[in-house]
């Protein structure tokens, strides 16, 4: 069974910064792929970053430059990094875990959620 727990969220103001975090258990973590979302009131969920298990990130557009990905096996811990926040940034932001096994089959991982909120 693979949990995943994330803190860090909160209230912060536009142009501050904050660090996400994400503990997971239950997997072998550094062999899975991690990412963190998004999902905005009324809107999709979205992709904001990834890191594979070989240390490759992903962004999307919209936080190239701002946010940073990273992960720390020997804390099975994943971070987010966030500065130079916007009220576009607002969102709950969602960990997820990505479990590959040898006969080719996935299976995803999502974490509760942390309520982001950027305004003055």
């Known amino acids: 069974h693979v949990e995943l727990v994330e803190s860090g969220g909160g209230l912060v103001q536009p142009g501050g910064s904050l660090r996400l975090s994400c503990a997971a258990s239950g997997s072998v973590f550094s062999l899975n792929d991690l990412g963190w979302y998004r999902q905005a009131p009324g809107k999709q969920r979205e992709v904001v970053a990834l890191?594979?298990?070989?240390?490759?990130?992903n962004y999307a557009d919209s936080v190239k430059g701002r946010f940073t990905i990273s992960r720390d096996n020997a804390k099975d811990t994943v971070y987010l990094q966030m500065n130079s926040l916007k009220p576009e940034d607002t969102a709950v932001y969602y960990c997820?875990?990505?479990?590959?096994?040898?006969?080719?089959?996935?299976?995803?991982?999502w974490g509760q959620g942390t309520q982001v909120t950027v305004s003055s």
């Open positions: 997820k875990l990505v479990e590959s096994y040898l006969n080719g089959e996935r299976f995803d991982y």
């Open positions: 890191i594979t298990s070989e240390g490759s990130t």
